[in-house]
């Protein structure tokens, strides 16, 4: 019998951030290993048009919950969505569900943040300062609480290269960038972020470390642990292989590659590609909560969910990976073929980025304006470059991160912990992972159809084909304007004309004798 699993059995849990990436999966493995838990409070908020019902309700139709609905059929009863909106006071909850929430909660696992890299210093802080500060008011005024778990990211202290589990001050007190925030105006904030987030490349991974500043200080007699996973994943096992559901980290760039939107980038194919799948990321949360309840450290300890130092894969070999894997099993409506082409150097990157991504988006939307169609290739590849050039910080550099504590509670774990609840990252094997993870990302997040494929690799042949046309044509016309220009090249053309010509009689001439 798994511990663990029998740990959260009739608990009360409360998560934020259920409606986002890691928080899914952690509700579904929740539900799966432990169906006779009493309920799981989400705060939610609407969003798109969506009331809070019809967020769950969609959220448990979708194929990551299917098993759970075989095991535990009245899972809809067990989630309880509570209005919140971490952006506002006591995060907008009525009066009833706060006092529900404070008198039954037994465990929390904060995984609710902003992770755009672009977000400006006042909603970051907000939402990963801020709103973690309040809820752990809220989570002190908890009788019985058994356990905070706080959710960061490896990337929190990205300024240093070794990282240790320890939680790192930033120089400026939390407090006070919250309290500043109060009275400065928006334009101040902008010019000021710059000089605040040093040598942090955006306001995403200060926010997170100010966040772990303020877990610490807040702490109080909690039991808090902090979990800070590297680059999250598709599922590498549970509950089925490569499911993801957003376009977050690898997942946009591997979708750009594979409509053959992205053909160069700026990357260092040696440094180490720390991803984690999302589903081992959820085991350890869920054996940090077990561990931080039943064991009661003494002090915050901090958990890091890396691969990089037990089994390292470097951005090189995940690329090849990719684009082997969509060699067999294309896209549809691809762009142009997949090509991967990762390149340190600047210059090259921006004659990449003319060339291989400006050049034909200008050509394509030039076809769209001739059949009377809206351009919009050029303003997609805009984006997208921004996009790469916001994640290049992460893919030219490698970080080492010390795992003690990780360690330490895999050996803390019985056996069958250890199999139901397995975050031992040496037994991924990289390739097998990478294929999954680019088929889950056709199938979960593109929503294609693998019946579509034969005519997906038709469509890259015919593409290969105009690729072949276009080259030709781009040649004879380049070498035609040549010809009218320079004496050199008219030399060199009737040179080569001649050498064929003649070429072509003697072999003509031979053939004829031969016969
Ligand atoms: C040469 C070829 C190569 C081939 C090989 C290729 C594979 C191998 C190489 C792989 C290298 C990987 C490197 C990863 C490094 C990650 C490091 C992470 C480290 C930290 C980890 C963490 O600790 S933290 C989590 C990570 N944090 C993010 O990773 C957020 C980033 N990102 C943003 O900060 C914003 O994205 C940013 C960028 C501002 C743009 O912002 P933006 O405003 O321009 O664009 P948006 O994001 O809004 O979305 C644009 C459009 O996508 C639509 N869309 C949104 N979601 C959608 C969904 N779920 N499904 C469908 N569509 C969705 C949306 O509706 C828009 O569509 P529309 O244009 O029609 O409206
Ligand atoms: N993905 C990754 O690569 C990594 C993630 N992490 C950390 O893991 C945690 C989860 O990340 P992930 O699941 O990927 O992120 P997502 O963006 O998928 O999910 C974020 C969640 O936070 C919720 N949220 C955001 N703003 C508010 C708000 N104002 N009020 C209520 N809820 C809000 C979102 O709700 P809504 O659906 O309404 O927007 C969503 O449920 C974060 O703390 C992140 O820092 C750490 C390392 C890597």
Redesign the pocket.
Known sequence: MSMIAAFYGGKSILITGATGFLGKVLMEKLFRTSPDLKVIYILVRPKAGQTLQQRVFQILNSKLFEKVKELCPNVHEKIRAIYADLNQNDFGISKEDMQELLSCTNIIFHCAAT????DTLRHAVQLNVTATQQLLLMASQMPKLEAFIHIS?A?SNCNLKHIDEVIYPCPVEPKKIIDSLEWLDDAIIDEITPKLIGDRPNT?TYTKALGEMVVQQESGNMNIAIIRPS?VGATWQEPFPGWV??????SG??IA?GKGF????KATPMAVADVIPVDTVVNLTLAVGWYTAVHRPKSTLVYHCTSGNLNPCN?GK??FQ??ATFEKIPLERAFRRPY???TTNNFTTQYRNAVSHRAPAIIYDFYLRLTGRKPRMTKLMN?LL??VS??EY??NRSWEWSTYNTEMLMSELSPEDQRVFNFDVRQLNWLEYIENYVLGVKKY?LKEDMAGIPEAKQHLKRLRNIHYLFNTALFLIAWRLLIARSQMARNVWFFIVSFCYKFLSYFRASSTLKV
């Open positions: 992770v755009r890299f672009d990211t990337f995403y680059i559901d957003n376009i977050n980290g690898p760039l591997i590659a992205l053909r160069a980038i951005w995940m690329g990719v684009l991967a082409n990762f984006r921004r996009t916001m994640l992460f893919i997040l």
